[in-house]
């Protein structure tokens, strides 16, 4: 095999299962790749190439295990995922040097499925931003042009896999932080639906919204991923007890007949780029080639949707993060006075300013007199957010929008104007509201080069079906190419 890290997740599962490839061979390649790349994208905070190859080593000696559906195959997790052999920081100094003494739900269910854990990526500091521009230790860029963003929070997860480090990471998604990235880096990205996949052992942001979904280069390397990490989890009050489904079931179709696509007129009005609009056009015409019908939708509350997302999400934020106060793990400042320098110093300085600006808001809307104001309201909201979707959903299989405004734009472009990033989350923050599934694929390229990415939003616990849809849409569409490829 000339190029191992060009071959996707289901191919280089397979070709390990049937001997045609080494674990310590595709794990080499990945490494070597990561010192290829790593300098010019900075996609990963740490990386365990030592224990990787020794872990390689030790399964190629035993042989592959049928049993294990990722027997072999190196990928990688986001920072905010604990880890209980690698540093864990979520992107932040307030955690610099902090070594869990567990693993997460899902980083246990890789493992117990053979995959080869090579590395913790780079993210918005606790998962707070679209960029990963906020992250406390460095920038990551765009595999496609490293002038440009990623996207985030899950940006390090998505260069990561664009980029070929790797064959699949996983990203968690509290407003879109999987499947920006995924469009802007053009990958697919998941996030499932709400209590679908386990958060035990994720650093929290905002736990009623917070989602782990995978990010690969294939909508059934998406589903294989999502077949290991779903599941009940009793350590997670919010896990869902429901029967998971044959995710690989209904991949590859040709003909869509029958299927009706959901159009929501709000996410097509004013604010989309005609960049954006022309990619998602094309997908549009592929689905009708496919033979789906397309009809318009309303989601009236949409406009308003990302006001309430942000007022319940910095105020669980705010309630989340008041653990990190330099007592027990993480930072400690130096020679407090007393214990209220002790906490006010330590957060000052293992803070990042986008942390920071958070938390206060967050704080402000639970403080007395604004609680009946701000936070009651946008809960009313976020229901009827909810009603709207499942109410469209009624009528249609899944619903089909962008993904975001705009395709990825400069390092430094937005950096210093917070509104406009959180504008930037407008057609994603509205799914994780509405607690359901999203599946966000490259639709094609921009003229310029830079990935357009689509989403596909489904009833709650229907992955499936936008998996299988995803699917056969990726099979009409012409295929986007790989990033960082030399001839």
């Known amino acids: 095999m000339e190029d191992i890290t060009s071959l996707s997740l289901s191919e280089a599962a397979s070709a390990l299962q049937k001997g045609e490839l080494t674990a310590t061979a595709a794990t080499a390649a990945c490494i070597e790749r990561i010192l290829e790349t790593e300098d010019d994208i900075n996609a990963l905070l740490y990386v365990d190439a030592e224990n990787a190859i020794a872990q390689a080593q030790q399964m190629d000696e035993q042989g592959p295990d049928p049993s294990k559906p990722l027997w072999g195959v190196p990928v990688t997790v986001k920072d905010a995922l604990v880890t209980k052999d690698m540093p864990t920081t979520a992107a932040s100094r307030i955690l610099e040097g902090f070594q869990p003494i567990y693993d997460a739900f899902v980083v246990e269910k890789l493992r117990n499925a053979g995959a080869i854990i090579l590395g913790k990526n780079n993210m918005d500091e606790f998962a707070m931003g679209s960029t990963t521009e906020n992250s406390a230790y460095q920038v990551t860029r765009n595999p496609w042009n490293t002038d440009l963003v990623p996207g985030g929070s899950s940006g390090g997860s998505a260069a990561s896999v664009a980029a070929g480090q790797c064959f699949a990471s996983l990203g968690s998604d509290t407003g879109g932080s999987i499947r920006q990235p995924a469009a802007f880096c053009g990958c697919v990205g998941l996030k499932p639906t709400y209590g679908r996949v386990s958060r035990y052992g994720l650093i929290a942001y905002a736990s009623s919204l917070d989602q782990v979904g995978p990010l690969t280069r294939t909508v059934e390397?998406?589903?294989?991923?999502?077949?290991?990490?779903?599941?009940?989890?009793?350590?997670?009050?919010?896990?869902?007890?429901?029967?998971?489904?044959?995710?690989?079931?209904?991949?590859?179709?040709?003909?869509?007949?029958?299927?009706?696509?959901?159009?929501?007129?709000?996410?097509?009005?004013?604010?989309?780029?005609?960049?954006?609009?022309?990619?998602?056009?094309?997908?549009?015409?592929?689905?009708?080639?496919?033979?789906?019908?397309?009809?318009?939708?309303?989601?009236?509350?949409?406009?308003?949707?990302?006001?309430?997302?942000?007022?319940?999400?910095?105020?669980?934020?705010?309630?989340?993060?008041?653990?990190?106060?330099?007592?027990?793990?993480?930072?400690?400042?130096?020679?407090?006075?007393?214990?209220?320098?002790?906490?006010?110093?330590?957060?000052?300085?293992?803070?990042?300013?986008?942390?920071?600006?958070?938390?206060?808001?967050?704080?402000?809307?639970?403080?007395?007199?604004?609680?009946?104001?701000?936070?009651?309201?946008?809960?009313?909201?976020?229901?009827?957010?909810?009603?709207?979707?499942?109410?469209?959903?009624?009528?249609?299989?899944?619903?089909?929008?962008?993904?975001?405004?705009?395709?990825?734009?400069?390092?430094?472009?937005?950096?210093?104007?917070?509104?406009?990033?959180?504008?930037?989350?407008?057609?994603?923050?509205?799914?994780?509201?509405?607690?359901?599934?999203?599946?966000?694929?490259?639709?094609?390229?921009a003229e310029s080069g830079e990935p357009v990415g689509l989403q596909l939003i489904g009833r709650p616990f229907a992955e499936a079906d936008i998996l299988a849809v995803g699917s056969a849409l990726e099979g009409k569409l012409p295929s986007i190419g790989s990033p960082m490829r030399t001839a």
């Open 221 to 445: 390397d998406c589903a294989r991923m999502l077949s290991v990490i779903a599941g009940h989890d009793p350590r997670d009050m919010t896990s869902s007890p429901a029967e998971v489904s044959d995710y690989l079931q209904g991949l590859g179709a040709t003909d869509l007949a029958g299927k009706t696509i959901g159009l929501p007129v709000e996410y097509f009005g004013e604010g989309l780029s005609d960049t954006v609009r022309k990619g998602i056009s094309t997908a549009i015409d592929a689905l009708h080639d496919l033979g789906a019908k397309t009809v318009d939708v309303s989601l009236p509350s949409t406009s308003a949707a990302i006001s309430a997302y942000y007022i319940v999400a910095m105020a669980e934020a705010s309630s989340n993060l008041a653990r990190f106060d330099g007592v027990r793990y993480g930072h400690r400042t130096s020679d407090p006075k007393d214990l209220q320098e002790l906490y006010t110093r330590s957060r000052m300085e293992g803070f990042g300013d986008e942390v920071k600006r958070r938390i206060m808001l967050g704080t402000f809307v639970l403080s007395a007199g604004y609680y009946d104001a701000y936070y009651k309201k946008a809960a009313q909201v976020r229901r009827l957010v909810r009603d709207e979707f499942l109410a469209a959903l009624g009528s249609c299989d899944c619903l089909l929008a962008p993904v975001a405004p705009s395709v990825a734009w400069p390092i430094g472009f937005h950096i210093e104007d917070p509104l406009q990033n959180i504008l930037m989350d407008a057609y994603s923050c509205p799914i994780n509201l509405a607690a359901l599934p999203s599946l966000a694929l490259p639709a094609t390229l």
